[in-house]
């Protein structure tokens, strides 16, 4: 007869185990302690430790680990938070230990990798320190037994087979490139196994049951390519003998969901690439054995004896959960809907799936449920802020192989009730269409993958806007200050930036020479002394050429103005028709441009501009000639007061003073030689 399955929970008031299939309900004389013989419910020992936050087993279950917050004692030196306890009694060593022995203490800081990791046989454990790793005797915890020393190691994985092996991870440093490497343990001189790759800032090792086959699945931070926001991941396949390592090609664009192994040890599966995600099956070699149908997923499990696989979509999914007989040409078994669930697990005689909502990702419905492998909803149990849950480790050996879709055991009456309680769901309206388009088929480009629609192409930035599948008008990348490139209708540029008119658009070519024509008529009125007129303003005379460029600023200098002056508006004639407008009235050609020197407008725009050399004033010159201009300057800031003052502005003592000295800064110009 097969062992019963239990599972065990933490709330925020409670901790319960819970005997599953068929009797679904709390062992008897079960009291509420740290460890306790699940099978009879009798107290096996009591933990005296406080406010632990992480606690777990041994593979075989003969020690406690346990963490605690880190502290410091009165001295500042920081408090031995993770420690270690034998499961079964040993003698009292202190008062402190009054009901247990500790077999080991030690710092742990981090809550990232807080556990110590054991061999199958619990023969030796290990934990990473600074630049090393460190293996103790599992009945010796005080002492070092050996150590495997390699800078920047970040990361270690045990491997569950009969051989001893450990794999490290260094991750990428100074330019060189990140590496996992194997060991045999205890030899630590060279690994038996390597593999080194770029992009990988962090990485989950996962070993087979059999311990022989190791897979990296590595990450990073920061997608440099702009693909996605989350890092990109790559997959890579190594085995313990070395004869093995390759990179897994994936046909799918996007990151990678899940991977996991089957306890066969002989194949995994991944689920990867964008919504809708692909689900693929690899043997030992890296080769895809079978393509599940496309589908929102992002999650694969396998049944304890691999007869089964279940693949889900949780989190920001619907929550479905997909299940495939491997033994029968991967046939579809079910489908369930597992909304809202955060944890998913297979029960030890692959019979059940348990699926929880637990908090702090979710503090409303909270509680487990129990589901049959065909489908159907076995158990219901509804709990106020449900923490974690799990099922009880058992090996296989404890439950034999035999029909598990058949029969089909009859559901708790807390499943009955609930299933009671949810309203079947309607048939879905789908999405609004607007009158126009209702009775026609539905674009592809507004249908997923898994639909018939088009495949998700990323853009490779996630910036530019650039329109994917239909969506969105794509963006045209412009170059500031180039000339305008014609648009081939996609958003994409025909060609280069070439010279030469024949290359540009009409429009374009229509504003390149607007543009000609209008740095043409600039040039020629700053040679001639024109500067180019506002609309409707009054065209001033062009300054007698015999007077002195300083005396001529001086005359048109206004920028110093008081703010109330305002410039007098010519008074027009009443009566006086404009003979422009009447012109155009009348539909008569409009009057030629004013001629400047003799030369018309158009002439000018049509001749090209001359070779304007600028010389700054301040680049060169004796002493004397340096002097004279600062003296000018000063005089033309003399004249700017003066008209300020004439316009009623009220000046202070030391502007007043600077116009006194006008006549000195007169008689100083002639005396070196300037006349007006």
Known sequence: MAVPTQYAYRTSKDIGIVDAAPVYQPPAGFERVTVIDTSAGHVITTLPVQNVFELGFSPMGSFIITWQRPLKDDNGDAVKNLKVWSVLEGQKTGPEEAEHNIVGRFVQKSQTGWNLQYTYDERY???????????????????????????????????????????????????????????????????????????????????????????????????????????????????????????????????????????????????????????????????????????????????????????AGFGNLAGQMDVYNLEKNYQKVCTIEASNASVCEWSPDGKHILTATTSPRLRVDNGVRIWHVSGGLMYNEDLQELYHVTWRP????????????????????????????????????????????????????????????????????????????????????EVPGAEPVPDSGNGTAIGNVVDGDDQLSKAALKNKKKREAKKAKDAVEKVTGLAPAADN??????????????????????????????????????GQRDPRRSREQQGSKPLPGPKTNGVSSAQAASEPPPDLTVTSPGSGGSPQDKKVRALLKKLRAI??????????????????????????????LESLGWNE
């Open 639 to 668: 004249d700017d007061l003066k008209m300020r003052r004439a316009g009623g502005e009220k000046l202070e003592g030391t502007q007043i003073r600077k116009m006194d000295t006008e006549d000195e800064v007169r008689q100083e």
């Open 394 to 477: 058992q090996s296989q050996t404890k439950h034999p192989h035999e029909n598990l879709l058949h029969p089909v055991p009859t559901p708790h009456a807390s499943a009955l009730a609930y299933l009671g309680t949810v309203k079947t769901p309607s048939k879905s309206a789908g999405a609004y269409r607007p009158p126009g388009a209702r009775g026609q088929v539905t674009p592809l480009a507004f249908k997923r993958e898994d639909e018939g629609g088009a495949a998700y192409v990323s853009s490779g930035s996630l910036s530019l806007g650039i329109g994917v599948n239909g969506f969105g008008k794509p963006r045209k990348q």
């Open 537 to 574: 303003a009054t065209p001033t005379a062009t300054p007698s050429p015999s007077r002195s460029p300083e005396r001529r600023d001086r005359k048109g200098h206004e920028r110093n103005r008081s703010r109330g002056y305002v410039e007098p508006r010519p008074q027009s004639k009443q």
């Open 125 to 311: 454990c290990a934990r990473v320190v600074t630049n090393e790793v460190q293996l103790y005797e599992s009945a010796d915890l005080g002492n070092v037994w050996n150590k495997l020393r390699i800078e920047g190691v970040l990361d270690f994985a045990i491997s569950p087979g009969e051989n001893h092996s450990i794999a490290v991870f260094v991750p990428e440093r100074k330019g060189q490139p990140a590496a996992v490497k194997v060991y045999n343990v205890p030899e630590f001189s060279t690994p038996v196994s390597q593999k080194n790759f770029f992009k990988g800032d962090k990485v989950q090792l996962k070993w087979n049951q059999k311990g022989t086959e190791l897979i990296v699945l590595a990450q990073t931070e920061v997608d440099k390519t702009g693909k996605s926001y989350y890092g990109e991941t790559t997959l890579y396949l190594l085995s313990v003998n070395g004869r093995f390592d390759s990179s897994i090609d994936l046909d799918k664009d996007g990151p990678i969901h899940d991977v996991t192994w089957s306890p066969n040890s002989k194949e995994f599966g991944v689920v990867y690439g964008y919504m809708p995600a692909k689900t693929t099956l690899f043997d030992i070699r890296g080769q895809a054995t079978h393509n599940f149908a496309l589908s929102p997923r992002n999650t694969i499990l396998f049944s304890p004896h691999g007869r089964f696989v279940l693949v």
